[in-house]
């Protein structure tokens, strides 16, 4: 098992903001021009005009479109991406921690208890379903086996779920369970920021150096253009034509 190495804190936040601007951000713009392809859309023809008038106040075709793209783009959209790029976020901004462990994405020493710590890296609070759990565990059991077999003190305690963002109060019931059921820790944002990097402001740091990208970040035109071309299509047409 891989030696640790020493964390470099203003390393890690400048390599977050690179991977903000370079992997998040870029996906983002790419997936809103996407949007102006009615194909990306499934309309329920039930709800469609009710949400355009409750969000403008009228159904025109501009207004059909805005209420199509605008929980994509500002929810579903960034949301989706940041969990994907979960895995792209452990190489690019924490790759000197980097476990070669079957299921461990980072082994790092704890800098609360001095333990070293295998983990396994989630996104947010909600980004786990049930079958998630169960992979979790045979992950964190062959650890174990391992650790027995090459005579290595591993705990349960050294074996957790490490999640970027949140609350201990937003942690949904999947990893509950893993800590209820299966009795492997789940470490929660400024709590896991502050054991992985020591530095019990860091969590508040990171959202900071996300925070200087995102002033960077104005798609409002491109926004405006995605919205527009949408409410051309034939399909937006014949919506706000049956008003």
Not at 81 to 96: A, P, R
Not at 102 to 122: H, M, P, R, S, T
Not at 166 to 171: A, C, D, Y
Request: charged share 25%.
């Amino acid at each position: 098992m891989n030696a640790i190495q020493k964390l470099d804190n203003n390393e890690i936040l400048k390599k977050a903001q690179t991977w903000f601007r370079d992997v998040l951000v870029e996906n983002h713009i790419k997936n809103t021009a996407k949007l102006q392809n009615i194909k990306e859309f499934k309309i329920n023809p039930f709800l469609i005009m009710y949400l355009a008038n409750f969000l403008t106040g009228n159904s025109s075709a501009e207004s059909i479109a805005k209420a199509l793209i605008y929980p994509r783009v500002l929810g579903q959209s960034i949301s989706t991406s940041f969990g994907s790029n979960i895995q792209k976020f452990t190489n690019d901004v924490l790759g000197s921690l980097g476990s070669v462990v079957n299921g461990i994405d980072i082994e790092f020493i704890d800098a609360v208890d001095g333990k070293k710590k295998y983990c396994q890296l989630k996104a947010g609070p909600n980004t786990i379903n049930k079958d998630d759990v169960e992979t979790i565990k045979q992950h964190f059991d062959g650890v174990r086996n391992l650790a027995r077999t090459n005579n290595l003190d591993i705990g349960l305690n050294d074996l957790i779920v490490g999640v970027i963002y949140g609350e201990n109060e937003q942690l949904s019931a999947n990893y509950k369970n893993i800590e209820r059921k299966h009795h492997f820790p789940v470490i929660v944002g400024q709590n896991f920021w502050h054991r992985l990097t020591g530095d019990k402001k860091f969590y508040f740091n990171l959202i900071t150096a996300f925070t200087e990208v995102a002033n960077e970040a104005d798609a409002s035109q491109l926004l405006e253009e995605t919205i527009k071309e949408l409410a051309q299509s034939e399909a937006i047409q014949k919506l706000a034509s049956k008003i």
